[in-house]
């Protein structure tokens, strides 16, 4: 039986996880955590995944985390998944990271603590955004420069980072197919006499309405004809199922970053 522990458990994310976990054969919650001063501190995870009384009470410590779990799930924000990893203080302690909005910056810390334990790290941890990443790949490959490239992503009016994660990720999977820098080549939405469109450009366009959960288009338009790959995700639990079937894989490997191409066998 695997132990998982969950931080930022009264989350939107946080209580789809502990469902998860719990409704997942051969693991369990082993613990979970907040912040201090927030009122499910002290509660069964019961109280928050709906389910049966699990026995394991909500704490404000980090240290609990690591002492309950085989493996730590946070899908919190860039600052507490990074004070997370800096107070862990066992180097076999994994985590998966759940969390999008990072700086490069952030990410260049994220990548120096990979160095000493397992860290699994995706901007979405849906089976089937994983699966159309490895579509876009191909799918830019075979295209080539003749088709322009732009991405449309849409989510709920709570989420603070615009465009999402997962959008541009799949913006690096096509740029890095077509030899592209996406830095260099990305276009953030248009307003005005913005002139021709260059070719090389890989656009984006932000959708922040109602209770979407999380929709993504690449389109790759040539002349005379037009190719839509889009993935639409209509139940949160898509993302927690799959960070738990990532956190039990992870249990396993030693230290270094991996994604959930690493969990699928996509790479």
């Known amino acids: 039986m695997i132990s998982l522990s969950v931080n930022g458990a009264a989350g939107r994310m946080g209580r789809q996880l502990l469902t998860a976990i719990a409704e997942r054969e051969g693991a369990r919650v082993g613990a979970a955590a907040d912040a201090p001063g927030q009122a499910c501190i002290g509660l069964d995870t019961s109280v928050l995944s709906g389910g049966d009384a699990s026995g394991v009470s909500v704490v404000d410590n980090v240290q609990a985390l690591e002492r309950g779990g085989d493996v730590i799930i946070d899908f ?8 997370l990893l800096d107070a862990l203080e ?22 120096e603590h990979a160095s000493r334990r397992a860290i699994l790290f995706a901007p979405n ?9 490895k579509l876009l790949e191909q799918a830019a490959r075979a295209l080539g ?9 849409a989510h709920h009016r709570h989420k603070v980072d615009a465009p999402s994660g997962t959008a541009i990720r799949m913006g690096e999977v096509v740029a890095d197919a077509l030899g592209r820098d996406l830095a260099s080549c ?27 959960i999380g929709d993504h288009t ?50």
Do not use: C
């Open 76 to 83: 919190t924000a860039p600052v507490v998944s990074l004070a």
């Open 218 to 267: 690449v389109l790759f338009a040539g002349n005379g004809e037009r190719i839509e790959i889009t993935h639409k995700a209509t139940d949160r639990m898509t993302f927690a199922r799959g960070a738990v079937r990532g956190a039990i894989w992870l249990h396993s490997r030693p230290a270094g970053l991996y994604d959930m191409t690493d969990v699928l066998g996509l790479k």
């Open 145 to 153: 420069d003749d088709y322009d490239v732009e991405i449309i992503e």
């Open 125 to 133: 941890y849906s089976v089937g955004v994983t699966v159309t990443l």
């Open 186 to 212: 990305a276009v953030y939405g248009r307003e005005g006499i913005t002139g021709a469109r260059e070719s090389q450009t890989i656009g984006f366009e932000t959708i922040r309405a109602g209770d979407i």
């Open 90 to 111: 066992d180097d076999s302690t994994r985590v998966v990271i759940g969390t999008t909005g990072f700086s490069a910056e952030q990410l260049e810390r994220l990548h």
